[in-house]
């Protein structure tokens, strides 16, 4: 059988899995950006569809004042005994500092809401729950030992986050920096504790160490890492294969077995867009691993590639070899809609009266603007391939100063707006680039008349092109940007990715009114 890496595209990152009975589910992390936790299910491993978000209220997840990204670090996804638990941490990253909040929600129905959040009494992140045969349930998550930052363990009440033993370390890893990202499993009588080392930038890896007792002490896997792309050394025939993708950064590991009697590993890894640069964020992939004198062998030592060859997965559907996993690409009437279909998200807590549907999806402005730190009127949904032809078609905001259209976003201080301004006969189009602490804006085109506008952006591995004119005419060039200066590594290390968006600014109580929206994939 074939499959396509990345399983989930765009952002993203620090997925998690688990298994219950044929069902699996997947989530991961969300930073600034709301709802928080995306939710994913398959029964095949390879084919994923979002059921929405764990994170759905202010209660569970207050994100005024978030830095960017800030928020939602590393969530873990369990099942026990019919109960969903995910635990994750809300890091307050201000200019105030860096606070750390760890907790855990549950549920009983998967695919309804999850409870309040149970708080923890527990500085670090990534935190992961782990259930021995006994039922005594444990925390495993960054900790600062003697010798600097490991990984510790403690007893706890999962459902109300009551430690119920003192915190130990377990592991401080194989002497990469940040050991992280820890989850514990059992088999064959062998404690394995499989965590991150090397940062989650390009020197990144997982590695393994197992145990005959749940404390330790842990002994490292003898072909540790098992996983890593750092000083990848690439034959010809690799590089000559038109079907290669560059993954970087590949760790951030979830295991789970498939009841079939195999085993698989989900990760996050980047595809860099020019040497080192990458802006669509960390993305979800799938390996499997087979295990060999009792330690797990990743994808058979080989590098992950874009078109795995590999063994069936449970209940996989096939057309010509290759199994059918969906490209994500998204067409939405908004006239016909009363509620945002679960890929959007907004940016911190939303302004509700801000967000409506009267034959259309009405944005109205409020205090806050794409450039700041609050909760601007924008909605959007991750890039998730480089090519991609995104259509917006709206009713513009008329009011002074009032600005509406669609940008491609990454955070406050990096987006390329391709917006509306003026009203009746005298409206423009202008491409607002801001990055850094540099704003141009391109040479105005006029728009005729006063209906209806169409926006587009053709995206590329390069870059983007901006397009404006009326529904169902030839649309006009506004101009360019580079997706480089968009990328996580221009930023100084972000942990989000792209969005495309829809927003209206500027001029409180200004409305503007979308009426279509698509983002169609090209598949590398
Ligand atoms: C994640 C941690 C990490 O919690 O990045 O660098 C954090 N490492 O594992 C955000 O994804």
């Given at each position: 059988m074939k499959y396509r890496n990345p399983i989930i595209p765009g952002f993203y990152p620090d997925p998690s899995i688990c298994r219950a009975g044929d069902d699996f589910y997947l989530v991961n992390s969300s930073f600034e950006f709301f709802p928080g936790v995306p939710l994913y299910h398959s029964r095949d491993l390879v084919c994923w569809e979002q059921l929405g978000s764990v994170l759905t209220r202010k209660s569970q997840l207050p994100l005024s004042g978030c830095g960017t990204s800030g928020g939602i670090f590393a969530p873990t996804i369990r099942e026990h005994n019919g109960r969903f638990y995910m635990i994750t941490t809300n890091v307050n990253k201000s200019s105030r500092g860096f606070a750390t909040a760890n907790f855990i929600v549950h549920t009983d129905d998967i695919r309804g809401e999850w409870s309040d959040p149970a708080f923890l009494d527990h500085e670090g992140i990534d935190p992961s729950l782990f259930w021995d045969d006994d039922g005594n349930c444990y925390y495993v998550g960054t900790h600062f030992g003697e010798k600097g930052q490991c990984i510790g363990q403690f007893q706890l009440n999962p459902d109300t986050g009551e430690h119920l033993s003192e915190t130990r370390p377990l592991w401080y890893g194989t002497g990469g920096r940040c050991p992280e990202g820890p989850h514990m499993y059992k088999k064959d009588g062998w404690y394995y504790l499989m965590i991150a080392e090397g940062g989650t930038e390009y020197g990144h890896m997982e590695t393994i160490a197992r145990s005959r007792s749940v404390w330790g002490p842990f002994e490292s896997c003898p072909h540790n890492p098992i996983l890593t792309h750092r000083d990848l050394m690439l034959s010809f025939e690799t590089m000559a294969n038109p079907n290669y993708v560059e993954f970087e950064g590949t760790g951030h590991a979830d295991l789970v077995d498939d009841k079939d009697g195999g085993w698989w590993l989900v990760f996050h890894a980047v595809r860099p867009s020019k040497s080192q640069l990458h802006h669509i964020g960390r993305e979800t992939m799938l390996v499997p691993v087979e295990w060999v004198d009792g330690w797990p062998v990743v994808n058979g030592g080989r590098a992950v590639e874009a078109l795995m060859e590999t063994r069936d997965t449970p209940g996989v559907q096939l057309a010509d070899g290759l199994a059918e996993q969906g490209d994500f690409s998204l067409e939405e009437d908004f006239t016909q809609m009363q509620k945002l279909s679960p890929s959007w998200a907004y940016l911190?807590?939303?302004?509700?009266?801000?967000y409506r549907f009267d034959r259309g999806l009405v944005l109205t402005a409020g205090p806050d603007c794409l450039d700041g730190m609050g909760s601007p009127s924008f909605v959007g949904i991750r890039q998730r391939q480089f090519r991609a032809l995104v259509e917006a078609e709206l009713e513009p905001a008329s009011q002074d100063r009032a600005q509406s259209g669609l940008t491609v976003f990454h955070t406050n201080e990096h987006h390329y707006d391709l917006m509306v301004t003026g009203s009746g006969d005298e409206r423009n189009v202008i491409l607002r680039k801001r990055v850094c602490d540099m704003v141009t804006e391109s040479t105005p085109v006029a728009l005729p008349g006063s209906g209806p506008v169409a926006l587009k952006i053709q995206s590329h591995k390069w870059g983007y092109e901006f397009f404006a004119g009326t529904p169902g005419e030839t649309l006009r060039p506004v101009g360019q940007g580079l997706s480089q200066l968009l990328s996580t590594e221009v930023m100084a290390g972000t942990f989000t990715g792209c969005f495309f968006g829809l927003f209206c600014q500027g001029s409180e109580e200004a409305r503007a009114r979308f009426s279509r929206f698509r983002c169609q994939y090209i598949t590398f």
């Open positions: 911190r807590n939303p302004h509700e009266e801000s």
